[in-house]
């Protein structure tokens, strides 16, 4: 398992975490054999935003010997008191519905309590407007909620919602489908999108990931709306090297799922290499580097998905993005102009323009 770190709370969270889209039609005992074997693979970070209220009960027998070792986030509007889930903003039914989860789950904190769903600015105002927000306010005063995260498919409202709340992690939809305008979410431009990337990574707000697959249409050449298919791993890989992204969530229902989602860390590079959605990037994302490191291996030792992601982190205003390319072993100057990297590029990146580019904007090292 590999771990990263949420620079505003600390914690160290594991790339590969649990999401509970389909848990709920496993078996009970599957499914706390499924939660068990992720967690004895390495996973401790677990969304639980599921389909039905069941679902608690299944984390709280597969976790509660452990529940200091793993980390819950919990979302406020997300209503399970009918047995199914419900979306609500009223903060009495919340508060009720939260009180149920703790108790079922065998706990008394919440490390990530997420403002539920808000993908209109309609929905903030609803939210505030009911209470729930006061509500998520005054459990972590309490000491009940330890951080405050939000989930959303829209950067616009994000962008919003960002301005006014501390926000620590954001549960966002990301995948290749959404991030070129293709799927039911695919809101937002491909700069809009980018742009939560980087105000993320240089704020130390975490991503957490959901619908890594679009829902399994991006598994499916039939359903893709690509016309191709691409595997899991590409997929979690693509999540993966976005700006800001911490964990992404895939939905597990049974241990051999598990199983597979966790061998991506065995996996190799080439199975995870997505390179080939260069070949239906639309026409604003051409010429864009989205640091798949297709371009490798570089004759001159340098590491180009990093340093194009250093240099557009710095220019979005990181101010740890400097230090970290400064720290890498060969920086754009090193560039020996082989056309190597621009050969390989599936998005038409002049690799060979940006190393000059980029260049003379850190300057010497």
């Not at 489908?177 to 105000?199: C, K, N």
């Not at 990574?201 to 499916?220: H, W």
């Not at 700006?243 to 991506?264: I, K, N, R």
């Not at 970290?324 to 190597?340: F, S, T």
Request: aromatic fraction near 12%.
């Amino acid at each position: 398992m590999e771990y990263r770190i949420n620079r505003r709370t600390g914690d160290r969270i594991s790339v590969l975490g649990f999401g509970t889209s389909y848990i709920a039609n496993a078996e009970e005992k599957e499914a706390v054999a499924t939660i068990r074997k992720a967690y004895a693979g390495g996973v401790n970070y677990f969304d639980l935003a599921t389909a039905e209220a069941r679902t608690f009960s299944y984390f709280g027998k597969a976790l509660g010997d452990v529940r200091k070792n793993v980390l819950y986030q919990i979302h406020f509007g997300a209503n399970y008191l009918s047995g199914t889930y419900g979306w609500t903003t009223d903060a009495d039914t919340i508060r009720r519905s939260i009180e149920w989860q703790l108790k079922t789950l065998n706990t008394d904190y919440i490390d990530y309590g997420f403002i539920h769903c808000i993908d209109e600015l309609s929905d903030w105002q609803e939210y505030q407007q009911g209470g729930a927000y006061d509500l998520l306010l005054e459990m972590k005063r309490q000491g009940i909620v330890r951080h405050i995260g939000m989930s959303s498919h829209t950067p616009a409202t994000i962008q919003k919602v960002l301005d006014r709340v501390p926000v620590e992690m954001l549960m966002f939809s990301v995948n290749p489908g959404y991030d070129y305008q293709q799927g039911e979410y695919a809101r937002g431009s491909v700069e809009e999108r980018a742009a939560i990337y980087r105000r993320c990574e240089a704020e130390g707000i975490g991503i957490s990931v959901m619908k890594p697959f679009s829902g399994g249409q991006l598994l499916d050449a039939a359903l893709s709306p690509f016309g191709k298919a691409l595997t899991q791993y590409q997929c979690m890989q693509y999540a993966l090297d976005r700006p800001g992204v911490l964990t992404v969530l895939p939905g597990m229902s049974s241990v051999a799922q598990a199983e597979h989602l966790l061998h991506f860390f065995e996996a190799s590079d080439a199975e995870k290499d997505y390179s080939q959605i260069g070949s239906f990037s639309p026409a604003e994302a051409v010429g864009r580097c989205v640091y798949c490191n297709h371009c490798k291996p570089c004759p001159a030792g340098i590491e180009i998905g990093l340093v194009n992601k250093y240099y557009d982190l710095a220019r979005n205003g990181d101010p740890m993005a400097e230090e970290h390319y400064r720290g890498l072993a060969r920086h754009a100057q090193d560039c020996i102009g082989c056309g190597h990297c621009n050969h390989r590029c599936p998005f038409h990146v002049d690799q060979m323009a940006r190393m000059r580019e980029i260049a003379a904007y850190f300057g010497g090292c």
